[in-house]
């Protein structure tokens, strides 16, 4: 078969992602801080956009009815200024700055001859801030009221260096030889150094080890707390403690007051310099119930309010701009502007759509709350509201709404169903129908896995002792065996 060059027309329909598109689906998957560094981020190199500060009401620009210009630009129109409106720039109302210092005010309400007394007095804003200390600073600030030789400083500064957040070594002494240049006896001696340091278990390689340092600085060395710990800490771990008992011939109650002492003990000792902030939650949509009906209010608090520079669209269409090469990056820049503010809105209307829909399908759970949330995915609402799932998945990722019942995310009200005697049961209902059971369980006495599934089978819902497992560990429920409390 011969090979031959041929020149063929074809009609074809194909999604082409441009630009403008990607920057919109980025938009719309962002969560609130995200999304407002982002659009920080866009007024920073964008000099068409500017914000829009509340305050006194300023001039808006809004688009004509003509539709654009010829050069591709939207007619904007914006208020003529007032031209006895006085103006710093133009040096119509001179600033009398020598009048102004000698009244200027200092902080401490008492007027100076300049103003400035007593200021190079007052701490700096940086002195006034306050950090948390790290388990880092803990122990640099410990070494430096030690006396440690000068060669072995480095090698002490390599292990608190390679310190996790939990306190633990996370490297050998062979690495830390090789990576510092020394010798091992070396690193031992480092070794002990920080050993010494508080918190008390620091540098400890596993948690045997953490909680055999804590009890030798206890002075426990040898009592049945430090063989628990070093024998049966696999037994410890899970409860038996006649086991232990049997094992060291000592009496139940002996190993009782042995664990509780272990208890106290501290198994993460970097924990209390652990510089976790904590999260707090922003809902980006309100939904109240306002007469027996339900109302979607977007929150618009924080967010930035965008619009396009009425200085830069006179630069623009004004004639001293023909034949100027920044003309052309100018109009960019504006098409970039209004397609960002596009975005934007497309934005607050898809999150809106797709919140409505939900409601709509979650009626009862606004009503009732968790127990009565119907099983939910991602298509019923993309149908509902013309939209492919994935737009409905960006929408619902680190959005979250403030309801009757409490602050969810979006994604919370999808989820899958069981089928039982009275119909669909969403798994976040069978979720919260165990985490009751456990809650409502004596400690000495905890319900297992199998008595869940029969309290669950007389409320007519139906499930395998392995699908109670996984929910349970899902929720961060330990098993029965490890609830039980003996003291």
């Avoid at 060291?248 to 002492?261: I, T, W």
């Amino acid at each position: 078969m011969a090979l031959e060059t041929k020149l063929v027309q074809k009609l074809s329909q194909s999604l082409l992602m441009t630009p403008q598109l990607q920057q919109a689906i980025k938009l719309l998957q962002l969560g609130r801080l995200e999304y407002i560094e982002a659009i920080q981020k866009e007024l920073l190199e964008n000099p068409i956009l500017e914000e829009i500060k509340e305050g006194p009401e300023e001039p808006t620009f809004t688009a004509s009815p003509n539709g654009t210009s010829p050069d591709g630009i939207e007619e904007l129109r914006a208020p003529a200024e007032s031209e006895s409106e006085p103006s710093l720039m133009t040096g119509k109302t001179p600033v009398d700055w020598e009048n102004y210092l000698e009244n200027l005010t200092d902080a401490r309400g008492s007027s100076t001859p300049r103003g400035f007394a007593d200021l190079d007095d007052k701490p700096s804003l940086e002195a006034t801030l306050t950090k948390s200390e790290s388990l880092y600073d803990h122990l640099v600030s410990q070494l430096r009221m030690a006396d440690i030789d000068r060669e072995q400083l480095p090698v002490v500064m390599h292990i608190v260096c390679n310190l996790n957040r939990d306190g633990y070594l996370c490297c050998s002494h062979e690495e830390i030889a090789e990576a510092v240049g020394c010798s091992l006896e070396q690193v031992e001696k480092a070794m002990e150094i920080v050993k010494t340091l508080e918190p008390a278990g620091i540098a400890a390689r596993d948690l045997r080890e953490c909680l055999l340092m804590q009890l030798h600085l206890h002075g426990l060395g040898d009592s049945l707390e430090w063989r628990i710990v070093s024998e049966h800490l696999d037994k410890l771990e899970r409860k038996k403690y006649d086991q232990i008992a049997k094992s060291e011939k000592v009496s139940l109650d002996e190993v009782y007051k042995a664990v509780q002492a272990i208890q106290h003990l501290e198994p993460r000792p970097g924990r209390i310099f652990s510089d976790e902030t904590v999260r707090y939650i922003i809902p980006d949509i309100y939904v109240y119930k306002v007469d027996g009906e339900y109302v979607i209010s977007l929150n618009e608090d924080g967010m930035p309010k965008l619009r396009v520079s009425s200085y830069y669209l006179k630069l623009l269409k004004g004639s001293e701009t023909n034949g100027n090469p920044h003309k052309e990056y100018l109009n960019e820049r504006l098409k970039a502007a209004s397609w960002l503010i596009k975005s934007i809105h497309q934005r607050q209307q898809t999150i809106f759509r797709v919140t409505e829909s939900i409601v709509k399908f979650q009626k009862n759970f606004f009503d009732y709350g968790i127990e009565k949330l119907k099983p939910l995915v991602l298509k019923d609402v993309a149908d509902d509201i013309g939209m492919h799932e994935s737009t409905v998945s960006r929408v619902t990722t680190n959005k979250y709404v403030h309801t009757p019942q409490g602050v969810f995310e979006l994604k919370f009200f999808f989820s899958t169903g069981i089928k039982t005697g009275d119909g669909d049961v969403s798994s976040s209902t069978i979720k919260e129908k165990i985490k009751q059971i456990i809650a409502s369980e004596t400690p000495d006495k905890p319900i297992s896995d199998q008595q869940i599934v029969d309290m669950l089978k007389s409320a007519n819902i139906e499930i395998a002792r392995r699908t109670v497992a996984k929910y349970r560990e899902s929720l961060g429920i330990l098993s029965s065996s490890k609830r039980k409390k003996v003291f």
